[in-house]
């Protein structure tokens, strides 16, 4: 099959899809890989790396879109890239079609098979291509947010560990899954007061035990959910519904009770968001104010450090992309559950 690699255009996307490394097990097995001029640039691969690895250089999208049967992205087809998909093509990347209705109905009517790594599903119900990018922004998200408390970024100057004699930050995560997981050990073991609240009882047992108590845990109630926000120096939005339009589980009134200065990092923003207050963001202009609460919602956190996440991503997609391109993939349950439209046809369910 042919396969093509583009260079992303979203605003400071510096990921690349496939690494080199990749791109040599795909030509290895008989696949032509193009490669557009630049796509690993943003994540410290030279052209030369990928012609060296066996793949053909293109000096644009568009040739490159004309040119490849399986595209390869990272982050879903923007605007400028809707009239180069034809109906031939076979799209897998992050896509996230249940915030996104405009693109969905690009792809439905343009004909092609898309296919979202982040509905990829094992038979535990695991999200394996999600999973590399949700570790990444989980931690980011205290990362970023505890940039956010400082003062001068408008803040309200604390400290997540605390200090001799003075107490520590609270941090809320909501959402006890990986990017909430990642979350936790971050703010913990920056020495964070932290609780994380989820509606599976089951996370809460993990979270517990795991963390021998020093966590506390509450399950998803709106009363819980207000009580904890409310004195939160930083709350961290992580629900999923794998496929679905985040539920908002934070109110406009509970973002209004936290005190002005405090942060909320929403990473479930690719899929709309978990608060009223939400709306997507770019890495340009990452935050917004509410009632005096910094907003953080941008849609694809991980790009802050591209030479980590493009190899955690290219080696956790690489034994799919393989399939895909070999044809054989009609029967594998986990790669059907990742087809979102196909042929014109919407398969992803949507509220
Ligand atoms: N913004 C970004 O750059 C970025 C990067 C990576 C992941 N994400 C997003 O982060 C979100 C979380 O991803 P994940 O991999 O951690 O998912 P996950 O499936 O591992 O975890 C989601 C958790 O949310 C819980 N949950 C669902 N509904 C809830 C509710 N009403 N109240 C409380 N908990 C609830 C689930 O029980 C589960 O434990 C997704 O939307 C994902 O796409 C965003």
């Not at 496939?18 to 640039?41: C, D, F, I, M, Y």
């Not at 799209?91 to 296919?115: C, D, P, Q, T």
């Not at 400290?159 to 004699?165: E, K, N, R």
């Amino acid at each position: 099959m042919i396969i093509g690699i583009p260079r992303e255009r979203k605003v400071h996307e510096y990921r690349v899809s496939l690494t080199p490394q990749a791109v040599r097990v795909l030509v290895e097995r008989g696949h032509q890989v193009l490669v557009e001029r630049g796509a690993g640039s943003g994540s410290g691969i030279k052209d030369e790396e990928f012609s060296k690895a066996g793949a053909r250089l293109v000096d644009s999208e568009e040739s490159l879109f004309d040119g490849a049967e399986l595209i390869v992205k990272v982050k879903e087809p923007i605007s400028e890239e809707f009239p180069l998909i034809r109906s031939n093509h076979i799209i897998f990347s992050y896509l996230h079609l249940a915030a996104n209705r405009e693109l969905l109905e690009v792809l439905r009517k343009s004909g092609v098979r898309a296919i979202a790594f982040e509905t990829i599903e094992l038979p535990d119900g695991s999200l394996p291509l999600l999973a590399p990018m949700s570790r990444i922004a989980g931690r980011l998200s205290v990362q970023v947010g505890m940039h956010y408390l400082e003062k001068p970024q408008g803040g309200k100057g604390v400290l997540l560990g605390g200090a001799p004699g003075v107490k520590p930050g609270k941090v809320t995560v909501i959402g006890g899954g990986t990017v909430g997981y990642n979350a936790v050990i971050t703010a913990l073991g920056l020495g964070a007061e932290v609780t994380v609240i989820d509606k599976n009882p089951k996370k809460l047992e993990f979270f517990h035990e795991r963390f021998s108590g020093s966590v506390k845990t509450l399950p998803s109630y709106p009363e819980f959910v207000e009580g904890e926000v409310k004195g939160s120096d930083l709350v961290i939005g992580a629900v999923l519904v794998t496929g679905a339009r985040a539920p908002k589980v934070i109110t406009r009134n509970m973002v209004s009770g936290m005190e002005p200065g405090s942060v909320f990092v929403d990473v479930a923003i690719d899929q709309g968001g978990c608060s009223e207050t939400s709306h997507p963001t770019t890495l340009d202009s990452p935050v917004f104010v509410v009632d005096g609460v910094i907003h953080y919602c941008v849609t694809n956190i991980p790009s802050l450090v591209p030479r980590t996440a493009t190899h955690a991503l290219s080696n956790a997609i690489l034994p799919y992309v393989l399939k895909i391109a070999s044809g054989d993939y009609e029967n594998d349950e986990s790669i059907k559950k990742g087809i979102n439209v196909d042929r014109g046809e919407v398969l992803l369910k949507l509220d």
